[in-house]
Antibody, heavy 121, light 107 residues
Framework: EVKLLESGGGLVQPGGSMRLSCAASGFTFTDFYMYWIRQPAGKAPEWLGF??????????EYNPSVKGRFTISRDNTQNMLYLQMNTLRAEDTATYYCARRSPTSYVMDAWGQGASVTVSS | DIQMTQSPASLSASLDEIVTITCQAS??????LAWYQQKPGKSPQLLIYGATSLADGVPSRFSGSRSGTQYSLKISKLQVEDTGIYYC?????????FGAGTKLELK
């Protein structure tokens, strides 16, 4: 069974940093692109970026809205995905999801349950 | 960025009714369009990919279609468990963008 489990959310002050983690299981982690998506309460999801699979060199792509502040990385020995978030703003408050991309549909076919991040003083 | 204009924003329909939700892309995205359903407090679940292909385990009453840059999700016979918020997603060009969502309720 495919499982994705986010952790590391919570309350952070404006200007602060936070790292989210996503533990993956039930599939061959290195074969898959991995994504981060966020969703402010009551709003549509926003794609943040992805990190490619082994075959594509684990390179990254970001939404310009977070590029330069957010960094996606992965530890393939531990089947872990990370999102490092710096210089956080109130508008970064959201539920953050990790997801994997299906190699057949090229779309996110499995999502975690989400981690809540609140940026407030 | 590619804009996805989704309509309607909300919809109330009766059991067994046919329901249609649409997304208009701001430019040609081919078939790089997916539909998701989201229940309260849960993550989105994939319904349709490639504009018209049904994801694994999704009931056959769901279907997707495309006409140019307009994409539609159709529920042929609305069931109680189909309530929730539906989003389209274009993954043709980064940044990938979602529609604003359609909240579907039972009348």
């Amino acid at each position: 069974e495919v499982k994705l489990l986010e952790s590391g959310g919570g309350l952070v002050q404006p200007g602060g940093s936070m790292r989210l983690s996503c533990a993956a299981s039930g599939f061959t982690f290195t074969d898959f692109y991995m994504y981060w998506i966020r969703q402010p309460a009551g709003k549509a999801p926003e794609w943040l970026g992805f990190i490619r699979n082994k075959a594509n060199g684990y390179t990254t792509e970001y939404n310009p809205s977070v590029k330069g502040r957010f960094t996606i990385s992965r530890d393939n020995t531990q089947n872990m995905l990370y999102l490092q978030m710096n210089t956080l703003r109130a508008e970064d408050t959201a539920t953050y999801y990790c997801a994997r991309r299906s190699p057949t549909s090229y779309v996110m076919d499995a999502w975690g349950q989400g981690a809540s991040v609140t940026v407030s003083s | 960025d590619i804009q996805m204009t989704q309509s309607p924003a909300s919809l109330s329909a009766s059991l067994d009714e046919i329901v249609t939700i649409t997304c208009q892309a701001s430019l040609d995205i081919g078939n790089w369009l997916a539909w998701y359903q989201q229940k309260p407090g849960k993550s989105p679940q994939l319904l349709i990919y490639g504009a018209t292909s049904l994801a694994d385990g999704v009931p056959s009453r769901f279907s997707g279609s495309r006409s140019g840059t307009q994409y539609s999700l159709k529920i042929s016979k609305l069931q109680v468990e189909d309530t929730g918020i539906y989003y389209c997603l274009q993954h043709y060009s980064a940044p990938y963008t979602f529609g604003a969502g359609t909240k579907l309720e039972l009348k």
